[in-house]
């Protein structure tokens, strides 16, 4: 756990108590917690495109996504506004300011015990699977988790502004890297310390007058969660009350920096030794695909009109939300609250079905373009490794990091 996070855990901590004591009374500070935690959330707007409401206390929520693809997320409380604009260009845009004259503002502890609060009545009815609706969710925990309290906000934090970044770790896409499917695999990260560090273990491979060039290859996810785009490795842990972290995106520029930041032990994402490689990773934590548990391999089965022997076969269910059958078949899936599942083939033919209670089968019914009807099953082939089949400690090495 880093020095940054735990301090700030500390002092957060310690204004929740003090305003329980003093607005609520020390008879019942419990009940006036989960009356806090419970308020309800007014929506003004909630559609795909855009998600717009306030809370009790008057926290004001926005988020949306523009024709030309980029998205806003807007939040006001109080006395202060904060903005993020995510653009197609690969540039972050990062704002915060006071609503009374529009001069900048700081990130405080009071504003992480607000954001905090936000946080876990969000998470209760936010669906990452609505674009809107993780943008929202995603900048309020990068608030949470990763801005430094009282510095103010840069206002361009960008992968492909290289005026101060090392260019040579940076990759032809300056996007993300995907890869979940790589979980439970080894694969190389990279990054570059200045002099004044050690490469960690003996993993250096090259260097220069002002620093030295990395590789070190690594378990991806496991107990470190290397590679995970996130401060936290345990999302039921004690640190993380709100639940609200549970989003697990794995890309190569995150295992970059968490490689970076054990071998530096760097507490810092503005300041710190390995601020180049946050940049460059922050992208994927607003953007990347949540790695998600369906993906894998199933053992597929179908009967048209349950007049012909049932059909085998193996369904491969990729992160991006393609598939592909061993027929050689293809199309693009979703999955509605964990309950329901959609496959879309390219034929036309669309399958519907509902998942066990376990999530590891499936079963449903079928309609195809004509209009023809039949039944379908699928089961979860053990062997196919998901994050959901990953441990999860409680210790955090990676977070000495913060990174997004």
Known sequence: MSQRVTARLIYTISIVFCFFAVVVGWSQPAAAANNLATNALNFSVKTEGMISGQTKSGIQFYSEKKDDGSFEVYIKLKLKAFKTILRPDDLVRLDAWFVKNGKPAKLTHLDVLSLSILSRQLGKVLDENIEVEDKLSRFVSFLIEFYPVDEYFDNNFAATDTSHINKRIITESSQWTDICDQIGKKLVGKYDVTNDYECYGNSQTGESSSEKSCEEKVEIGGEDCFGRCSSRCNDNDPYNPYGFFKNNRYTQ?????????????????????????????AWGYFMAPVCSPFAGTWNFSFDWDGDEPLTTTALTLHNDKTFKTGDEHTGTWGVSFSIFMKLYFSNGTIYTGVFNSSKTSISGTMVDSAGIMGTWSATKNVDTASISDQKKSSIIPISVSGHP
């Open 253 to 281: 520029e995150c295992l970059n920096h968490d490689l970076c930041a054990r071998a530096t032990g760097e507490t810092s994402m503005r300041k710190g030794p390995c601020h180049d490689e946050f940049v460059i990773a």
